[in-house]
Nanobody, 119 residues
Framework: QVQLVESGGGLVQAGGSLTLSCAAS????????MGWYRQAPGKQRELVAS???????NYADSVKGRFTISRDNAKNTVYLQMNSLKPEDTAVYYC?????????????WGQGTLVTVSS
C-alpha cells in the first residue's frame, strides 16, 4: 500500500506565495510521474502541473510562469512552488502519483490541502 501526505496549504493574500509538499511512503519500488491537481468549488478537478521521474514538467496554461513543480526522488517527494497567487487559484489541491510497487503499478491520490487566496 502507498500513501501520499500533503502539506503547505493555507490562506494567503493575492500576490503572495505558498509551497506545497507531498511525500509518498509505503510499498514503493519507484515513484513515476507525480502531479498536482486542483478542484475549486463547483468545478471539475484539473491538472495544475506534473513532473516525470526524469524531471520533465508540464503545466496548465493558467499557472505557467507563476508555479514551479519539482521533486526529490531520494525522498519520494514532490513540491509545488506557487508565486503571484490569484483569487482564482483558490481550490483544494491534490497530489497524485503513479507508483511501481513490488507487485503492481498503482495510481495514488493524497487527501487534499486547501489553498485560499484572498483579494
Amino acid at each position: 500500500q502507498v500513501q501520499l501526505v500533503e502539506s503547505g496549504g493555507g490562506l494567503v493574500q493575492a500576490g503572495g506565495s505558498l509551497t506545497l509538499s507531498c511525500a509518498a511512503s509505503g510499498d514503493i519500488f519507484r515513484v513515476n510521474t507525480m502531479g498536482w491537481y486542483r478542484q475549486a468549488p463547483g468545478k471539475q478537478r484539473e491538472l495544475v502541473a506534473s513532473i516525470t521521474y526524469g524531471g520533465n514538467t508540464n503545466y496548465a496554461d493558467s499557472v505557467k510562469g507563476r508555479f514551479t513543480i519539482s521533486r526529490d526522488n531520494a525522498k519520494n517527494t514532490v513540491y509545488l512552488q506557487m508565486n503571484s497567487l490569484k483569487p482564482e487559484d483558490t481550490a483544494v489541491y491534490y497530489c497524485n502519483a503513479l507508483v511501481t510497487t513490488n507487485s503492481a503499478y498503482v495510481e495514488v491520490w493524497g487527501q487534499g490541502t486547501l489553498v485560499t487566496v484572498s483579494s
